[in-house]
């Protein structure tokens, strides 16, 4: 398995090492393939068995006042709920953001990764690398290890000299710039609620507010999606979080319970 | 048996690498070259060997582009111009490429500079055998800049320089008379520097002027002739007016 220590070379290449002169378009792409005489079916069969469901729920949208991000919390594998209290918004660095859906190895540390490049790049540079840079640079990681089981499905959401930005990177090798994206098992719900309540000319609390309400609308009806709902929000200054609430409380605060007449129901039965 | 991995480039027992040396004589052989910036305008001009009389010489361009806001110059051996000149203009689109930006020029300037230190460092190889000045517009700021790197793999940010032939002449000259200018005026001092080492006319010299809304463009022989017949005016008017008020006295 290729291990990406490209963080201190200047360049990525896509496949094999450079030659001394650094001459990336020279050297062809070669590694070991299993013994096998259906390598596509076996390489199908193979990603399937590995292939997390990407059981979930973020989202991110670009409004007035910057990016809004918001993701449940909880880790599931399979029927078996591992953990209420995962941290899908990574913190590249203060000014970016990225969530977390797919593998949470290979997202903590293909984001831990690109803060590193993102750095090298502000050292070699003077500046800031921009929201489009940093995607491209995390989606060309990705696009090189195609193929060989890694499993991501994020957003890169910053600040930069541009104004807000907001790219989708996966593992596939895609990558779309866009207004409004959702990723995870829980998806369409949140597409849903998101959707229908979006303006452009939202406050920063409506913002947030929409973002977590359609967190709490995908866990309501997801089964792989739960525990807590983060807010955070990119601004011309960085990121700040905003809220973090668990889902529970949230739905009896969306839907309080109104008390019931079950003790007039009960005496009616007995004088039957 | 390939026998490459002999480094050429070694040091002395004074600390010196006589290879980076001599690429550096034969940079001082080749055509003289100057650049000069200016506050909206970078000017190169180039001193052109007049070419025989069945040569092409459109072929014969010294001043290249490397990218739309990026423009390049250089003395030295013109073979290695070519092959770091290729590689130049690959990363320009590579860099465009991984991160959707154009290039700085600082940028640029630093891979130039950097593969020419590499092949000070390799095996089998020689140095570089050219200086080359670098000119262009920061594409975010749209602010100018000149740079210039060497065959050792230094480099540096200038406000006006020359290479080549007679470059330290030219850089006096430009010590005693650059001053920040803009537009025209940046023109006729990049040509004034050169013609202080070339003999007058259009066709010994090759300019070309980049801005920020034109990129780069060659200028005719025939705008060069006229700028150099402005610019000997000037200086035969200079000439007179030292000699004329001593006789009133």
Redo the contacts between chains.
């Keep these: 398995m290729k291990f990406d220590t490209s963080g201190l070379e200047s360049a990525t290449p896509a496949f094999g090492a450079p030659s001394l002169l650094g001459d990336e378009f020279s050297a062809a792409p070669s590694f070991p393939v299993p013994n096998t005489t259906d390598f596509d079916g076996f390489q199908k069969e193979a990603i399937q068995m590995v292939k997390p469901a990407k059981g979930t729920t973020t989202l991110a949208f670009i409004f007035q006042g910057g990016v809004m991000v918001a993701a449940d919390s909880r880790a599931s594998m399979g029927g078996y709920i591992s953990s209420q209290s995962v941290k899908k918004i990574i913190e590249i660095n203060p000014y970016m953001l990225g969530t977390m859906a797919g593998g949470a190895a290979d997202c903590q540390f293909w984001h831990r990764n690109l803060g590193i490049k993102c750095r090298l790049h502000e050292l070699a540079n003077k500046r800031r690398i921009s929201v489009t840079g940093a995607s491209k640079l995390l989606a060309n990681i990705l696009y090189s290890y195609r193929g060989m089981g890694l499993s991501v499905g994020t957003m890169i959401a910053g600040w930069d000299e541009t104004g807000p930005g907001l790219y989708y990177v996966d593992s596939e090798g895609g990558r779309l710039k866009g207004m409004r994206f959702s990723v995870g098992s829980g998806s369409p719900y949140a597409y849903g609620v998101l959707d229908n309540g979006y303006r452009y000319d939202m406050s920063v609390e409506e913002a947030a507010e929409l973002a977590r309400r359609a967190i709490y609308h995908a866990t309501f009806r997801d089964g792989a999606s739960g525990g807590v709902a983060s807010v955070y929000h990119v601004g011309p200054e960085g990121w700040t979080k905003l809220s973090g609430d668990d889902v529970g409380e949230l739905h009896y605060h969306y839907y309080p319970v109104t008390p019931s007449t079950v003790e007039q129901e009960m005496a009616e039965v007995a004088g039957a | 048996m390939a026998r490459y991995d002999r480094a050429i480039t070694v040091f002395s027992p004074d600390g010196h690498l006589f290879q980076v040396e001599y690429a550096l004589e034969a940079v001082r052989k080749g055509n003289a070259a100057v650049g000069v910036r200016g506050t909206d305008i970078v000017v190169l001009g180039v001193e052109k060997k007049s070419t025989a009389k069945l040569q092409d010489s459109r072929s014969v361009r010294k001043i290249v582009n490397l990218d739309d806001h990026i423009a390049l110059a250089c003395a030295g051996l013109k073979a290695d111009a070519r092959v770091l000149i290729n590689k130049a203009r690959i990363e320009c689109q ?1 860099h465009r490429l ?4 154009p290039v ?1 020029v ?2 640029i300037t ?2 130039i500079a ?2 020419q230190q ?2 000070t460092q ?2 089998g ?1 020689r140095p570089f055998g050219l200086s080359t000045l670098i000119v262009g517009f920061d594409p ?1 700021t749209g602010v100018p800049s000149l740079y210039q790197t060497d065959p050792s793999g230094t480099f540096s940010a200038w406000k006006a320089n020359a290479t080549g032939r007679n470059s330290n002449s030219i850089r006096e000259f430009l010590e005693k008379n650059y001053k920040e200018t803009s537009g025209q005026e940046t023109i006729k001092l990049a040509i004034r520097a050169l013609l202080e080492v070339v003999e007058s006319g259009g066709k010994n010299i090759e300019v070309a002027v980049m801005t920020k809304e034109h990129g780069l463009r060659q200028l005719e022989e025939a705008e060069i002739d006229v700028i150099a017949a402005e610019i000997e005016a000037e200086k035969a008017a200079a000439e007179a007016a030292k000699k004329g008020p001593p006789k009133e006295t």
């Design positions: 590579s991984t991160v959707e930006d700085t600082e940028y630093r891979y950097g593969l590499k092949y390799s095996g190889v975010h």
